[in-house]
């Protein structure tokens, strides 16, 4: 087999996260080449001003792939395209792909085709962020039409002082696990809401591939890394069966059996 020719996909993370090539590599890494091009370090700055500044150096880090020829981009960043409404989020996407000749999609904007192909309009929110992120989390799918029935937050864990850490790349998937035990005992989970695991930087893999066993409701399960896939297989050509070397993970034939696209 010729490997490249092979679809490529390129990713754009953040510098810090861990978490977004091992999950694409697991999701699609056989069918797709995946590579890579990382945001700035941004020492000394806030949170907020550090995810707008992702936003506004996003086509100088997309021009760090250079001349190689991609079939497709993701931004894997959630928490910067938050601070965008749906609508300049798309915008931004738009923009970059009418600018590089391929298409560019952001993980938000990845969620957001994924909950209209699966007929999905109720969120149950996983996340890893700080309380004024979760928040903007919450506001920018509601302000696409969705209705966000809880939230789950899953902070990392405690400070010395007892007050809640917030990192998505700390967080395990016993965490998460843990985080969603307990809110099933407090708040009951709608059957046709989604479970949507926000941040790419949240390992995600092991705990969605154990809700996908338990859960008998068949509710759809959703991570930005997750979702990010789906896009980049249908966007590709990969969206029926398996990729040209192996099977189709199990969590994306999980989404494709639901889908109108399903094989």
């Not at 510098?15 to 890494?29: D, H, K, S, V, W």
């Not at 086509?59 to 395209?81: K, N, Q, W, Y």
């Not at 085709?113 to 309009?121: P, Q, T």
Request: glycine share 8%; charged share 20%.
């Amino acid at each position: 087999m010729d490997l490249f020719s092979l679809p490529r996909l390129g990713v754009v993370v953040p510098p810090e996260n861990p978490t977004a090539e091992p999950e694409f590599n697991r999701l699609i890494g056989a069918a797709t080449h995946v590579y890579t091009s990382r945001f700035p370090t941004t020492p000394g700055v806030g949170l907020r001003e550090m995810l707008e500044t992702y936003n506004r150096v996003l086509p100088d880090t997309i021009e760090g792939f250079g001349a190689m020829r991609l079939d497709a981009a993701v931004v894997a960043c959630s928490a910067s395209h938050y601070l965008l409404d749906p609508e300049g989020d798309l915008a931004l996407c738009e923009e970059m792909s009418n600018r590089f000749g391929f298409p560019v999609t952001s993980s938000t904007q990845a969620i957001l085709a994924a909950c209209e192909e699966l007929g999905v309009s109720r969120l149950t929110l996983v996340s890893p962020y700080q309380r004024w992120l979760t928040d903007t989390s919450r506001a920018f799918w509601e302000r696409a039409g969705l209705t966000v029935d809880g939230v789950v937050l899953v902070p990392a864990g405690q400070t010395p002082d007892g007050a809640d850490h917030f990192d998505p790349y700390e967080v395990t998937p016993g965490r998460i696990r843990e985080r969603i035990r307990v809110y099933q005992q407090e708040y009951r989970l709608p059957d046709d809401s989604a479970l949507l695991f926000t941040g790419t930087g949240m390992g995600t893999l092991a705990a969605l591939a154990e809700l996908a066993r338990e859960d008998s409701s068949g509710r759809p399960l959703l991570s930005s890394n997750l979702a990010s896939a789906w896009w980049a297989r249908r966007v590709t050509g990969q969206r029926t069966g398996p990729g040209p070397t192996g099977e189709v993970h199990p969590l994306l034939r999980r989404l494709d059996v639901r889908g109108r696209w399903a094989a």
